[in-house]
């Protein structure tokens, strides 16, 4: 199984809601990323997690918080988003924290109103 | 930033012509790596080229890396319809990708 998976797909909420999104790998992949992408532009990092420790945050808002209860599950918890932050999100993973190859998920399409 | 630039920022060609897409860095790497990615969906890894490796070959990819120009080119030949995505150069300097703004590349049939 050479799948990450990423729910919701679609994710619209307002700007007091708070949300989570998920992604679960089942490669044994021991490094878990977090991704922001706006339209027409490449990812940008946001966390990068190894052996299920938080081993890269790239500046990102505490507005974003996430989380890494397994070494097969990566979280991302939304409160008090701007309108600004609507992206799509991916996930990705990979054997160790050395970026040889990332696997990534198909992403979660957020709209915050 | 060591962020990739991609040239062209856009290509159209007629299928079965090859497609060249160059990448252009800043700083030293580690390795240098092609993803495609299909209509803003998750992105695909294509090939990964080290930078002691002067050319990689997989199928119809043909991957250069000239480390003294810190520049790579990604050739797709005999291209298909189905090759149609936005195709990003990634270099890895320590541990981390760092994506270049990608090429828009589009097979006509």
């Known amino acids: 199984d050479t799948e990450v998976t990423q729910t919701p797909k679609h994710l619209v909420m307002g700007m007091t809601n708070k949300k989570s999104l998920k992604c679960e790998q089942h490669?044994?992949?021991?490094?878990m990323y977090w991704y922001k992408q706006k339209a027409k532009k490449p990812p940008e990092l946001m966390f990068v997690y190894s052996y299920e420790k938080l081993s890269i945050n790239e500046s990102v808002p505490s507005r974003f918080s996430p989380e890494c209860p397994n070494s097969s599950l990566l979280n991302l918890h939304l409160h008090a988003l701007q309108p600004e932050d609507s992206a799509l999100y991916l996930c990705a993973s990979s054997q160790e924290a050395n970026s040889e190859r990332e696997y990534f998920g198909p992403g979660t399409r957020l709209t915050v109103l | 930033s060591q962020q990739g630039e991609e040239d062209p920022q856009a290509l159209s060609i007629q299928e079965g012509e090859n497609a060249t897409m160059n990448c252009s860095y800043k700083t030293s790497i580690n390795n240098l790596q092609w993803y495609r990615q299909n209509s803003g969906r998750g992105l695909v890894h294509l090939i990964l080229i080290r930078s002691n490796e002067r050319e990689k070959h997989s199928g119809r990819l043909r991957v250069t890396l000239d480390t003294s120009k810190k520049s790579s080119s990604l050739l797709i030949t005999a291209s298909r319809a189905a090759d149609t995505a936005s195709y990003f150069c990634?270099?890895?300097?320590?541990?981390?990708?760092?994506f270049g703004k990608g090429t828009m590349l589009l097979v006509s049939p």
């Open positions: 990634a270099t890895v300097g320590y541990s981390t990708l760092t």
């Open positions: 490669m044994g992949h021991r490094a």
